[in-house]
């Protein structure tokens, strides 16, 4: 993604570069689904937006407080994105349809979904990890270090966060 100019490029194994589509402004996060379609997470304006390589086509939604904490899909074609300045975790449909679905604790950044539907944030200005139910339910799951950034797992379910504040794993 291309932040200054709100762009996706793609580049091919030969080095050559195209540009895909425009987003909305300040793209911050990117992934690929399984249909083919690259969605971002768009900061400034607070929308989502969906490029489909195979028909050509871009789609904007509007989601909630800043996404700039990330962004994740499911099977089912869902959208999450992590809403920095709301402390929430939105979910968009295929047909663009945005609800929020739960809280987070202050300023998430990073987000997973494991097997079970449950969606994981770390959250920076609260140093702690949410968990959100399917359903809505939303509770802290524990503390990490100072200013955590990045979220991951390992095969039996542990979770690890990269905290900037204090250089840290937890």
């Known amino acids: 993604i ?11 194994l030969n080095g050559k570069s195209t540009i895909l589509g425009i987003t909305g402004a ?7 689904d399984n249909s083919s379609a690259i969605y971002t997470a768009n900061y400034n304006d607070n929308t989502i937006s969906k490029i489909n390589l195979i028909e050509s086509s871009i789609q904007i939604w509007t989601t ?11 099977a089912l074609g869902n959208i999450y994105t992590a809403n920095y300045g709301d402390n929430t975790v939105s979910k968009i449909t295929p047909d663009g349809t945005s609800t ?9 950044l990073g987000i997973l979904m ?4 449950n969606i994981y944030t770390v959250n920076w200005a609260s140093n702690n990890v949410s968990k959100i139910t399917p359903d809505g339910t939303s509770i802290i799951l524990g ?3 100072t200013n955590p950034r990045g979220i991951t797992w390992d095969s039996a379910g542990n979770i690890y966060t990269a905290n900037a504040g ?3 794993v937890s």
């Open 100 to 108: 929020v679905l739960g809280t987070t604790g202050a300023n998430p």
């Open 143 to 145: 503390t990490t270090g």
């Open 2 to 12: 291309n932040s200054g100019d709100s762009t996706v490029t793609r580049i091919d």
């Open 114 to 117: 494991n097997s079970l539907g």
């Open 166 to 168: 204090d250089n840290t």
């Open 26 to 32: 300040n793209p911050r996060w990117i992934i690929l």
């Open 64 to 74: 909630w407080s800043f996404p700039y904490g990330g962004i994740l899909s499911d």
